[in-house]
């Protein structure tokens, strides 16, 4: 399975991004499709997950600035980011889990697939 994000740039304060993931074979039964991003010195953490139901999960500083989505049909997942900050500067990387029988959303450690990351600045 292959990944590759993109949509990444640069945008001032204030600003929107959507950022799009491609997967090279059928997610409609992938448990767990997510996004990560990883600034400078600091460590990849999630923004953003949706299991195959669509629930999600995000990271407390994105809540209610950016929206996950997927679409199974063009194996696409999506992040909408508006009211960006300077703080979401990082590289960008989405990720799948593709069997999850928990009930919890799994850790970074635990996705099978990463894409190649997509930097996004956001200049104050």
């Known amino acids: 399975v292959q990944l590759q994000a993109f949509g990444g740039g640069l945008v001032q304060a204030g600003g929107s991004l959507r950022l799009s993931c491609a997967v090279s074979?059928?997610?409609?039964?992938?448990?767990?499709m997510g996004w990560f991003r990883q600034a400078p010195l600091e460590e990849r953490e999630l923004v953003a997950a949706?299991?195959?139901?669509?629930?999600?999960n995000y990271y407390q500083s994105v809540k209610g600035r950016f929206t996950i989505s997927r679409d199974n049909a063009k194996n696409m997942v999506y992040l909408q980011m508006n009211s960006l900050k300077p703080e979401d500067t990082a590289v960008y990387y989405c990720?799948?889990?593709?069997?999850?029988?928990?009930?919890?959303?799994?850790?970074?450690?635990?996705?099978?697939?990463w894409g190649q990351g997509t930097l996004v600045t956001v200049s104050s």
């Open positions: 990720a799948v889990k593709v069997e999850y029988g928990s009930a919890r959303f799994p850790e970074l450690w635990e996705y099978d697939y």
């Open positions: 074979e059928n997610i409609a039964s992938s448990d767990v």
């Open positions: 949706i299991r195959k139901g669509g629930s999600t």
